[in-house]
């Protein structure tokens, strides 16, 4: 088993792993947090989608969803839930299905369909999902949201975390051996030091300071939702 890492979708949509693989999906700040923190509290489902005009579209086709999302970090006018994991308490998305679009993390999502397997990870359930990607035969690929494009702080640490945790299972590549390299790093201080990073302080800057310390808790969540078909759920729920 190799285990990779991806610190962008660029990066896989130009080097695409060959053969059978699991991919996980990292978006900390914030998608995939609040994914995993929407089924802990009885989401249904969560379709999810590139633009603002597909979320629209598919209201229509499913008018007791809720719209969700984000551009610039901030909630979509017109829209039921921004992306901040403190929107998706039980009684906002209990038996619900939901509609999202994100800058990175839905994009990053499209962008590993294709894959055998894909996976749905973050700080808050890292200890579950290792549990599961442990169990595969298959190569693992750690795909990162970034922002735009770019390397995020967050997610290379979590990716990391990730490698660490796998490290026993399979060989790490360079970048998994980079990612682990981070995280050793920043393990002592990881709030305060990821506090510091480009997107944090943006968070901060407009209001979401809490979101940043949730989303870097570890372990809290024994969910791993998975992507299928076009649509995101908790197979432990069904």
Do not use: W
């Not at 796998?166 to 981070?182: C, H």
């Not at 790093?185 to 300071?209: E, M, P």
């Amino acid at each position: 088993m190799t285990i990779d890492v991806y610190f962008t979708p660029q990066d896989y949509i130009a080097r695409p792993p060959s053969g059978e693989c699991a991919v996980a999906v990292l978006d900390i700040f914030r998608a995939t947090t609040s994914m995993v923190t929407a089924f802990a509290n009885g989401s249904r489902r969560i379709i999810p989608v590139k633009t603002v005009e597909e979320a629209l579209a598919l209201k229509k086709r499913h008018p007791g969803g809720l719209l969700a999302g984000e551009r610039q970090a901030r909630p979509i006018a017109g829209f039921d839930l921004g992306n901040s994991p403190f929107e998706y308490n039980r009684s906002a998305v209990d038996g619900k299905t939901i509609i999202m679009t994100t800058t990175n993390g839905t994009t990053a999502l499209k962008t590993a369909e294709q894959a055998t397997k894909v996976y749905i990870g973050a700080f808050v359930n890292a200890a579950a999902l290792c549990r599961i990607l442990s169990s595969l035969s298959s190569d693992i690929v750690i795909l990162c949201a970034g922002t735009r494009g770019q390397l995020t702080i967050e997610d290379a640490l979590c990716a990391g975390l990730l490698a660490d945790r796998l490290a026993g299972r399979g060989d790490l590549s360079d970048a998994a051996v980079a990612a682990l390299a981070i995280y050793n790093d920043y393990r002592t201080d990881l709030v305060r030091r990821t506090s510091l990073g480009t997107h944090a302080r943006y968070l901060a800057a407009i209001g979401y300071g809490a979101d940043i310390d949730y989303c870097l808790r570890q372990d809290l969540f024994d969910i791993v939702p998975v992507f299928q078909n076009g649509e995101v759920t908790d197979p432990a729920a069904t």
